[in-house]
């Protein structure tokens, strides 16, 4: 059985998994595969803002502990902190509690490597392994070898220093007015905060957490205030961040929502521009991106490469083969070089950086690129019914969609109980009728499966 999704452990809390004693007891079997030999045994724990994390960081802990494992507490702050963190506290590994863009009453577990590093698939198997079947009732430590637990105090400027290295020091931040939404998550104390020492004109909504108020009618999914504001205040830019603060969202000067795929076409043309990238190099995007992106980026000299859907499978492509960047088009963007791994303000903080520097507004920046009309069907399914049909059901789907003149993509949800279909298409190829007859006949065959 699957603890693990697309991106860790993910649910709504307090029903399985998500119950305090499987925490407790996920922190018992992740010691086992991720705690390293000859270590200092330690464990960084973060979380966002939602209200369940006062239950999961203290199962979290105690579970640890019993391990004779010490806990470091930093949150809230945004998950990529943890990049940084993992890596300077010198911890075996680092767990982060989210459950990103869902709503507050969902939550999960997010597991890193002592890198900063997603784990692998592999580790996850290990660490399901043991969930299910180790006998932890009788397992065996001295007292005086339990670990401790304390919170870093200077967390939040380890995080907010990390985030300024992004920024170019020639530049005058102050000519740009910007609407910030930090989604009541876990930026918004810190992501104000830098911004303003950068000294951006700036005006900041959805920064006062409730714990049930995360991701509620704003963030990343909910641009629609901050867009509202842009053109209002007249502002430059609009950024607005999910709940876990590793996803972006850019408004640009007219009000209008930027694509994940205008903005890889913003950074891919001014990098070619400036010789971060030569002719014949290949971006990073997952298989569900607008193939508008693939002909835009073909007229640049540049070539697209898709993985499958998840931000890990973006950056594993881009350490292995070396690429500058890559991105998806839900937000998340991921630079080779960077000190924090796929974060949503320094992505933001790169986009202000260029249009100082080309002295353009976004709406300019990002002409060059046409997209294909999208639609996305979120079918809800019995996850057990659907993988005893999948074969079933991808079979039926394909004769249903191939030869329509249009590019799909099918894929389960690994956070929700969902089957996702995307449709992209030239609107001159196919009737209104036509699109509408395949969304029933898709959900049909999908709702009869499963």
Sequence with gaps: MRLFGTDGIRGEA???PLTPENILKLAKASSLVLKKKNSISRVVINKDTRLSGYIYEPALTAGFISMGINVVLVGPLPTPALTLLSKSLRADFSVMVTASHNPFFDNGLKFFSNQGLKISPEEEKMIEEYFFNYDFDNFKIKHSNYGKAVRLKDAIGRYSEALKRSTDRDLDY???KVILDCANG???KVAPEVLFEMGVNLHTIADKPSGININDKCGSLFPNKASKLVK????DIGICLD???DRVVLIDDSGEELKGEELIFILASYYLKNNFLKKGSKIVTNEIANFGLDISLKALGLKLLRVKVGDKNILKEIKKNNHLFGGEPSGHFIFKDDLLIGD??????RVLSIILKEGKSLSQLKKGITLLNTVEINQKIDKEKFYQNEELIYRKLNNLLKNKNLFFNIRPSGTEPLLRVNLQYYKRNI?????NKLKKNIKTIISDAC
Aim: net charge positive; no cysteine.
């Design 232 to 235: 209002k205040k007249k502002a």
């Design 344 to 349: 949503g303000m320094t992505t933001a903080i």
């Design 243 to 245: 709940g876990d603060g």
């Design 186 to 188: 876990a930026a918004y």
């Design 174 to 176: 102050s000519k740009i």
């Design 431 to 435: 009737k209104v009728n036509d699109l």
């Design 14 to 16: 307090g029903k399985y």
